[in-house]
């Protein structure tokens, strides 16, 4: 069969006097080709009516695809027990023809950003292979919509303190920051909602605040609004993670932050440039950044236990023996751990990787040895001045510390408050009660202390009870 373009020439020849044979010799075709099209009198190639192979079986392959919930595999091996032999690929290829299972494909658009006005962050997980084993990681990414520059990091968890570790380094590596950052419907950042209706988390505005961007949500599963962070995920899984094996996370955020350096510099087949020549035009438009940047910080108030360690993410840091069963304040950053006590900084550490099940001890912080014969351990010095205080309180003390396990440091210290806060007569007087009726919730118990102490300490209005009693 002859297409459109030859069809056409022998009709033209034909018209021109050009004999059949003539036709032929000039065409490089046969004259019964000839004589077919002069016979057709039309250049049109006509269409091949036959039937398909599987075309008697369709709604016995509609049935079937609906029961095996779009499996062709299934369908075709149960065809082929029925006595059905069609090939596979003859099967799927009249599926396709005849829209058996296929959605219908939608234009994706085209967006356009001007300099400085959007970019866009995402994360993926990922399996890398770090110290010789295979971890799941969080790879984060951050991309300027107009120069195509990207700058992606991986962390071991991910949550509103890595997001911000995350966005201060790729803000400090881009210089500055777009006016807004569109980002999937994640609540680590999206308080409740979704895409136009989604509500950021307070804290998150303002951390956007601080750099001088807003965070906005693309509508669910519209893919296409944040295709330029989601190709560049294409591309680290590909062309980054390929091969490499890493000594451990530090080594692989150094060589993903230089893999990301070399990328900017290359040129981009859709840009016909480099993202790095276009970013020297699109810094000039972002948002400059503060003057101080401040480090980004978690804090935990912790205990130090018996042995002199603070625990946090699974891993121990020592502490000065003065402040074993004290409260201190454990500050968390990307790299350091820092303990204080109240305002003074008593110790730093470096971070141990979340979930590790370390110890680290600094010079100085040895163990304590006095307990390590399994002797009984003395009071903390709450609980000393609460035995000598009086009966009461001794028993009440006893009855906590067989309630609460270990030492019952916190609830002591707090049942030490009320001792110094309140006299010790109605304070009795309510503990007594407490321990008559098995009360051993201290809100409630410092309640009772306080109708004790209300006609001592507090000037109360005359009720009717009392204008009775005084007739």
């Known amino acids: 069969m002859q297409d459109r373009d030859t069809r056409t020439a022998i009709l033209q020849l034909q018209a021109k006097g050009h004999g059949i044979?003539?036709?032929?010799?000039?065409?490089?075709?046969?004259?019964?080709?000839?004589?077919?099209?002069?016979?057709?009198?039309?250049?049109?190639?006509?269409?091949?009516?036959?039937?398909?192979?599987?075309e008697p079986h369709e709604a016995r392959i509609v049935e079937l695809y609906v029961r095996c919930r779009g499996n062709l595999v299934r369908v075709h091996e149960e065809?082929?027990?029925?006595?059905?032999?069609?090939?596979?690929?003859?099967?799927?290829?009249?599926?396709?023809?005849?829209?058996?299972?296929?959605?219908?494909?939608?234009?994706?658009?085209?967006?356009h950003f001007e300099p400085g006005e959007e970019m866009q962050h995402d994360t993926s997980p990922q399996e890398v292979t770090i110290g010789g084993k295979t971890c799941h990681v969080q790879c984060a990414s951050l991309v300027l919509c107009y120069s195509r520059m990207i700058f992606a990091q991986v962390y071991p968890v991910w949550n509103r303190f890595w997001v911000k570790v995350f966005l201060?380094?790729?803000?400090?590596?881009?210089?500055?920051a777009a006016g807004r950052t569109m980002i999937d419907n994640s609540s680590v950042i999206v308080a409740h909602g979704n895409g136009k209706n989604a509500v950021m988390a307070p804290e998150m505005v303002a951390f956007g605040a601080r750099f001088g961007t807003t965070f906005e949500a693309h509508e669910l599963g519209d893919a296409n609004r944040s295709a330029r962070v989601e190709r560049s995920f294409d591309h680290i899984q590909k062309n980054f993670f390929s091969g490499r094996t890493f000594a451990d996370l530090a080594d692989l955020n150094a060589q993903l932050r230089a893999w990301c350096e070399r990328v900017n510099a290359t040129t981009k087949r859709a840009l016909q440039a480099k993202p790095i020549e276009l970013f020297a035009k699109e810094r000039t438009c972002l948002k400059p950044l503060p003057l101080h940047i401040p480090e980004v910080t978690m804090r935990w108030n912790r205990v130090v236990d018996d042995e002199g360690y603070v625990t946090l993410h699974t891993n121990r840091y020592s502490a000065p023996v003065s402040l074993i069963d004290r409260e201190v304040f454990v500050h968390e950053t990307a790299a350091r751990i820092r303990l204080f006590d109240r305002h003074t900084l008593v110790c730093e550490h470096a971070r141990v990787e979340s979930g590790a099940r370390q110890r680290r001890t600094l010079p100085g912080h040895e163990r304590?040895?006095?307990?390590?014969?399994?002797?009984?351990?003395p009071p903390i010095e709450e609980e000393r001045r609460l035995l000598s205080a009086s009966p009461m309180m001794a028993a009440m003390v006893e009855a906590l510390k067989k309630r609460h396990s270990g030492r019952a440091t916190r609830v002591l210290q707090r049942l030490h408050r009320m001792w110094l806060e309140y006299p010790q007569e109605p304070l009795d007087k309510?503990?007594?009660?407490?321990?008559?009726?098995?009360?051993?919730?201290?809100?409630?118990?410092?309640?009772?202390?306080?109708?004790?102490?209300?006609?001592d300490f507090f000037r109360l209005p005359p009720t009717d009870d009392d204008h009775e009693e005084n007739q």
């Open 79 to 111: 065809l082929t027990s029925a006595g059905i032999e069609i090939a596979y690929p003859t099967l799927t290829g009249f599926c396709r023809r005849q829209g058996i299972g296929q959605k219908p494909k939608e234009r994706t658009g085209r967006y």
């Open 368 to 377: 304590q040895a006095r307990w390590r014969d399994g002797g009984k351990r």
């Open 168 to 176: 201060t380094e790729a803000l400090r590596f881009f210089e500055g």
């Open 21 to 54: 044979r003539r036709i032929a010799r000039a065409m490089k075709v046969s004259r019964g080709t000839v004589k077919r099209v002069l016979k057709a009198g039309t250049a049109e190639v006509p269409t091949i009516e036959r039937q398909e192979k599987a």
């Open 430 to 455: 309510a503990l007594r009660i407490a321990l008559d009726h098995g009360l051993y919730e201290l809100h409630r118990i410092e309640t009772l202390v306080l109708r004790h102490v209300a006609g």
